[in-house]
Every structure is written in structure tokens, then in C-alpha cells.
Antibody, heavy 119, light 112 residues
Framework: QVQLVQSGAEVKKPGASVEVSCKAS????????MHWVRQAPGQGLEWMGV????????SYAQKLQGRVTMTRDTSTSTAYMEMSSLRSEDTAVYYC????????????WGQGALVTVSS | QSALTQPASVSGSPGQSITISCSGT?????????VSWFQQHPGKAPKLLIF???NRPSGVSNRFSGSKSGNTASLTISGLQAEDEADYYC????????????FGGGTKLTVL
């Protein structure tokens, strides 16, 4: 069965960086784009960006450009999201979610990883 | 401020039907048939309910249905059940230069 298993919760200080991983199983990793979506406490969902695990191409939300980097390791079917220069407003649950190439919806989501930014 | 506009809350009694709206623009909802709806229970990841405006994934109850008219999409839940109490989000592909996908702000459904 399809599973997206994310890394655990992190606590970081302002200005630091964080990397969240998302290990995929149960399907061919390179045929589904991996999106990242975050949700601040009590708030709605925010699309962050997407990586094509097949070729490595990425697209990021303009507001996060320069601070977010999405990568993947096809040998372990794992996608990564790194965010730098963290600030308190980056405190959120970060989700990975897959979408088949050519489709425009997220059919499976990871369980989420809470990132807390606090001094 | 979210790119897509949803009501903050809706409510209904068991057995009733409710509709949640999702308003966008011609750059997103109105321009493409790529509207999705998600259900999220507290502390859980979102779950796909509807894709491409009106399609249900395998395993999703036929009590959930989607539609679109112009720049507004809608999710209808019929035969409300207690377990339907959750947050609901719409999403759409967009040609905005700022991002590729947009979400609504979410709607809290209360089953009375």
C-alpha cells in the first residue's frame, strides 16, 4: 500500500535551518511529483512547492524562494524539504503529498512533521 | 489571506445536506477543472475527497459530491453523519506567477 512516512518533530532557533524527509513506499517513486504543504497552528493549508523525483526539477512558491530547497534521493525513494533562515512564523506542520505526473490533485499525504521555531 | 475564499463555518443536523463554497478567479477555479476538496480531522493529515471538480477517489462515500459554476466550486455533503464533523479545504491549480497551487482558508463543519 502507498505510504509516505515523514521524519519527526523538530525544534529550531530563529535563523537556523531544518530538513524534513518523506520516505515513499508502495509505488514507483519517480512517476509521482512530490509536493510540500504546510499548516501553521490553527490555520489553513499553504502550498510550498513541488519536486519531480524523476528529473529533479522543482517549482517553489514565490514567497519562499531563496529559503526553501527540495531534493530527492531516488535510491531510497525519499524526498527532502530544507528551509533556511527560519523565523517564528515558519512554525507549522509540514506535509509531503504526492500527485501523479499529469494529474492535478494530491492523493496521498504524509503524516506531517511539526517544526517549531522558538528562541 | 488565502487565495480561495471559503466560509469559515457551516453546520447541519444529522441526515441533512450542506454545501461549502469555494470562490476563486479565472486564473484558478474558473480557468481549470482542477479543483480538489480535502477533509481534515484534528491532528490528522488531509484526506482527498473530490478531484477534478466532481470525481471521487475509490473508497470515498457517494455522500460527497463536487461541482463548479464559473469561478466558484462547491462541495455538497448529503446525509450528514457525526463523523463528517471536520475541516474542509478546497484547492485549485493556478496560473499565478506566485505559486502553482492555491488552497482555500478552510471551513469548519459542525454536525449539530
Amino acid at each position: 500500500q502507498v505510504q509516505l512516512v515523514q521524519s519527526g518533530a523538530e525544534v529550531k532557533k530563529p535563523g537556523a535551518s531544518v530538513e524534513v524527509s518523506c520516505k515513499a513506499s508502495g509505488y514507483t517513486f519517480t512517476t509521482y511529483y512530490m509536493h510540500w504543504v504546510r499548516q501553521a497552528p490553527g490555520q489553513g493549508l499553504e502550498w510550498m512547492g513541488v519536486i519531480n523525483p524523476g528529473g529533479g526539477g522543482t517549482s517553489y512558491a514565490q514567497k519562499l524562494q531563496g529559503r526553501v530547497t527540495m531534493t530527492r534521493d531516488t535510491s531510497t525513494s525519499t524526498a527532502y524539504m530544507e528551509m533556511s533562515s527560519l523565523r517564528s512564523e515558519d512554525t507549522a506542520v509540514y506535509y509531503c503529498a504526492r500527485a501523479h505526473s499529469g494529474d492535478y490533485y494530491f492523493d496521498y499525504w504524509g503524516q506531517g512533521a511539526l517544526v517549531t521555531v522558538s528562541s | 489571506q488565502s487565495a480561495l475564499t471559503q466560509p469559515a463555518s457551516v453546520s447541519g443536523s444529522p441526515g441533512q445536506s450542506i454545501t461549502i463554497s469555494c470562490s476563486g478567479t479565472s486564473s484558478d477555479v474558473g480557468g481549470y477543472n482542477y479543483v480538489s476538496w480535502f477533509q481534515q480531522h484534528p491532528g490528522k493529515a488531509p484526506k482527498l475527497l473530490i478531484f477534478d471538480v466532481s470525481n471521487r477517489p475509490s473508497g470515498v462515500s457517494n455522500r460527497f459530491s463536487g461541482s463548479k459554476s464559473g469561478n466558484t466550486a462547491s462541495l455538497t455533503i448529503s446525509g450528514l453523519q457525526a463523523e463528517d464533523e471536520a475541516d474542509y479545504y478546497c484547492s485549485s491549480y493556478t496560473i499565478s506567477s506566485a505559486l502553482d497551487w492555491v488552497f482555500g482558508g478552510g471551513t469548519k463543519l459542525t454536525v449539530l
